[in-house]
């Protein structure tokens, strides 16, 4: 990997969002409520109307949670501009958010663009959920300035960005955003190892892999596993992670403990587990089956419709970012 550019976090002052979708205008709404000059851009001009009424309603309700002050609300509001020019977007700007399509060709192309008119020690980090960073960065003329900085949505809320290199990503823009990320407040972690999928997309995937399976072989429904996940393991993961979950319950002994008093048992579960590489082909109509069956059974109280379970989630982070010191 390259030493790359120098830039410090401290020197960032102005950001760009190239796509102007929920995840773009949910990482607008954070630039902007930290405080930066973010300019949001994307080739459709009713799509940034819409990132305009999102991140609108994203400070909105940061208000009505007792986070933002009105004023500091209109503030973040007025330090948004928009554009559909990438030209226009980018210029003199020192780090740019990319969140268009999750398809090769069009980040580099978006990535040509922009090339044409920053500075090489500009940083770009691409939001994708999967994609390899040397693939994307492939015909750069920089790449060592190019990084993943992936979000959990809505990123304006949820801490994590999993921020990966390629093959040619250089060590200082790796730093200067985990520096940059950290001062958005968000919690940032580095992958040592370019993988497809990174850390908690492989984590979640493993776990619908084998959610799927018990479904499809009749072992429960749906929204059993909705429940199990949520009132069980979800629960604790929410507080602590997976492992120091397991190191409180092997007690004195610990992690270690707790995997040797298992291991026997676990292995056999383990023979019994999914292994199953490809998708089942009726999977999508069973599982849309099942969460609107499971919609219906939910108590009005906590959202019946997409929309009112959406805030019932964002209400929820909030009382647990709050625990967590985190707003």
Not at 41 to 64: G, R, T, W, Y
Not at 204 to 213: G, N
Not at 238 to 262: D, R, Y
Not at 310 to 321: H, Y
Request: glycine share 8%.
């Amino acid at each position: 990997m390259q030493k790359g550019a120098s830039m410090k976090a401290s020197e960032i002052q102005k950001c760009t969002c190239l796509g102007a979708g929920i995840i773009g205008s949910s990482w607008a709404t954070n630039f902007a409520m930290r405080g930066y000059a973010v300019c949001v851009c994307d080739i459709k001009p009713e799509q940034l109307a819409e990132a305009k009424k999102n991140i609108a309603n994203n400070l909105d309700f940061l208000v009505s949670k007792g986070i933002l002050t009105a004023e500091a609300s209109l503030q973040a509001q007025g330090r948004v501009t928009y554009s559909t020019s990438v030209k226009d977007a980018v210029k003199d700007v020192q780090f740019i958010q990319e969140s268009g399509p999750e398809n090769y060709e069009i980040k580099q192309h978006l990535l040509g663009e922009i090339e044409k008119y920053t500075s090489s020690e500009t940083i770009v980090a691409s939001s994708t959920s999967g994609l390899l960073i040397t693939e994307i960065a492939k015909f750069a003329s920089h790449p060592e300035r190019c990084i993943g900085g992936h979000p959990y949505n809505p990123p304006h809320l949820i801490p994590l960005v999993e921020i990966t290199k390629g093959e040619k990503s250089g060590t200082e823009a790796v730093k200067c955003a985990f520096d940059f990320y950290n001062l958005l407040g968000k919690e940032p972690v580095v992958l040592h190892k370019e993988t497809l999928g990174f850390i908690a997309n492989r984590l979640q995937r493993a776990i619908t892999r084998e959610a799927t399976d018990l479904v499809m072989r009749g072992v429960c429904s749906v929204e059993d596993i909705d429940k199990a996940v949520l009132y069980g393991p979800g629960l604790r993961w929410a507080i602590l992670g997976p492992n120091l979950v397991m190191h409180l319950g092997g007690g004195a002994q610990g992690i270690k403990g707790l995997i040797t008093h298992i291991r026997d048992s676990g292995n056999l579960w383990l023979k019994d587990m999914a292994d199953w590489t490809q998708e089942p082909e009726d999977w999508a109509d069973m599982a849309q089956e099942g969460v609107l069956q499971e919609i219906k059974n939910r108590p009005a109280e906590l959202g019946r419709t997409t929309a009112e379970i959406a805030e019932f989630r964002d209400n929820m982070l909030i009382a647990l970012l709050k625990l967590h010191k985190k707003l």
